[in-house]
C-alpha cells in the first residue's frame, strides 16, 4: 500500500498524541494510586494498539526497520481494564504476584514476537522477511493470537461488569452519601468495548474463515475510529475523575438468600431504626452509613439489610433518600428557609450531590423542585 497521509490518519495520530498525553498525567502525579496505573497503562496499550493501523496506512510496513515490529498489546488490555475496576471498586485490592497471571498469554505472544523481530533483523529484503517469518508460522500464530484476544476481551468485560454490579449494590447497601460515584463512566467505556469485540469478532470471521477481503481495510478502519474514540473517552474522563472514588469500608452482609430472623427480630428492628430517622432523623448526615446504623442498634448487618427488604421494600441507600426527599419538600414550603436556595436546602437535608439530588428528586416526585412549589403553589391560591 503506498503511503497517503488521509483524514483516517490523522484521527488515529491525534488520539495516539492525546492518549500518550493522558498516560504521562496519570501515571506521573504525585499522590498516584493503583487504579490510575492500570488505566494510565490501558491508554498506553490502545495508543500502541493503534499505532499498528499506522504501519499500513503510512507505508512504515514497507520499511524494514518496522516490518514484523513486535507491538502485540492486544492481550494487556482486557486484563489491565479488568485490574482498574478492581481498584475502583474494591476497598481494599491490592496488586499481588498472581495477577501476573492474568498477563500470561500476554507475554507468551509478545516473546514470541520479539523472537521473530530480531531472527528477522539481519535481512533487508522485505520478501526475504516474509518467507522466514512464514516458516516460523508467524501468520498461523497471529491468528491463534487473535481469537485469544477475542475470548479475553469478552472476559474481561464480563468480570469487569459484575464488579460494577456488586460495587453499585453494595454502596446501595452500605452507605447514604450521594456524592458516592455509581461509576457510570465506566460502565460506559466497558459498554463501549462490546461494539469494538463485536466489529473485532466480525472481521476475524469474514478475513480468516471466509476469506473475505474485498472490504477488509474499510472494516479494520471502522475499528481502529472506535478504538481512537475510546481513548479520547479514557484519557478525558479517566483523567478527569481520578480522585472520585473514595476507598469504601462496606459492610457486607453475610450468607445468601432469606436470613434466620425472627418476626419479632423483625418489628424490634424495624422499631429502632425508625426511632433513629423520625425522631432523631439520622438522614441529615450525609456521610451516614449502613455500619453507623448497626453499630448503634448494636445488630448485625444481615438482620438490618433483611428487614429493609421485607418491611419497606428498599435498600438502605433508596430508604435514606426517600427520607431526606421528604425532608427538602418541607422546607421548600418552608417560609423561615425562604433566604435558602433550592440547593441549600437540599444540602441541610442531607443530600451532598447537586446532581444526584435533582436525580432522587425527580424519580421521588415526578418533577423538579422547582416544578413541586409551583404546584404547591398554585394549590395554595385555590
Wanted: charged share 20%; net charge positive.
Amino acid at each position: 500500500m503506498s503511503a497517503q497521509f488521509s483524514w483516517f490518519d490523522l484521527i488515529v495520530i491525534v488520539g495516539i498524541v492525546q492518549g500518550i498525553v493522558s498516560t504521562g498525567l496519570l501515571l506521573f502525579r504525585r499522590k498516584g494510586n493503583t487504579a490510575r496505573l492500570f488505566l494510565g497503562l490501558a491508554i498506553l496499550a490502545f495508543c500502541l494498539l493503534s499505532f499498528k493501523i499506522l504501519l499500513l496506512t503510512l507505508g512504515l510496513w514497507e520499511i524494514p526497520f518496522w516490518r514484523y515490529f513486535p507491538l502485540g498489546v492486544d492481550l494487556s488490555i482486557a486484563p489491565l481494564l479488568y485490574l482498574y475496576t478492581l481498584a475502583l471498586v474494591r476497598p481494599n485490592f491490592s496488586w499481588k504476584m498472581k495477577h501476573l497471571w492474568l498477563f500470561a498469554p500476554f507475554f507468551l505472544f509478545e516473546l514470541f514476537a520479539l523472537w521473530v523481530y530480531v531472527s528477522l533483523w539481519p535481512l533487508e529484503d522485505i520478501v526475504a522477511k516474509d518467507l522466514r517469518a512464514a516458516s516460523f508460522y508467524f501468520e498461523v500464530v497471529k491468528d491463534f493470537e487473535d481469537l485469544l484476544t477475542l475470548l479475553t476481551a469478552l472476559l474481561g468485560i464480563g468480570f469487569s461488569l459484575r464488579e460494577v454490579a456488586t460495587y453499585r449494590k453494595l454502596i446501595n447497601s452500605d452507605t447514604s452519601d450521594t456524592s458516592i460515584t455509581q461509576l457510570k463512566w465506566l460502565f460506559n467505556v466497558l459498554v463501549i468495548m462490546c461494539p469494538l469485540v463485536a466489529i473485532m469478532l466480525v472481521n476475524t470471521i469474514l478475513d480468516d474463515v471466509f476469506d473475505y477481503g474485498n472490504s477488509k481495510f474499510f472494516r479494520w478502519q471502522l475499528f481502529y475510529l472506535v478504538v481512537a474514540a475510546l481513548v479520547y473517552y479514557l484519557g478525558f474522563e479517566g483523567y478527569r475523575r481520578h480522585s472520585a472514588w473514595p476507598k469504601l469500608k462496606f459492610v457486607t452482609p453475610k450468607g445468601k438468600g432469606k436470613p434466620k430472623i425472627s418476626v419479632d427480630r423483625m418489628n424490634d428492628i424495624q422499631s429502632r431504626f425508625l426511632q433513629l430517622m423520625t425522631k432523631e432523623k439520622w438522614y441529615l448526615n450525609a456521610q451516614l452509613s449502613s455500619k453507623m446504623v448497626v453499630d448503634a442498634l448494636g445488630i448485625d448487618a444481615n438482620d438490618l439489610s433483611q428487614t429493609l427488604k421485607y418491611r419497606f421494600n428498599s435498600n438502605f441507600r433508596e430508604l435514606i433518600n426517600q427520607y431526606r426527599v421528604q425532608e427538602v419538600k418541607g422546607l421548600l414550603m418552608d417560609p423561615e428557609k425562604k433566604h435558602l436556595s433550592i440547593l441549600g436546602k437540599a444540602y441541610e437535608a442531607g443530600f451532598n450531590s447537586e446532581a444526584s439530588f435533582y436525580r432522587i428528586f425527580k424519580k421521588e416526585t415526578g418533577q423538579s423542585p422547582k416544578a413541586f412549589i409551583a404546584k404547591k403553589n398554585s394549590q395554595k391560591e385555590k
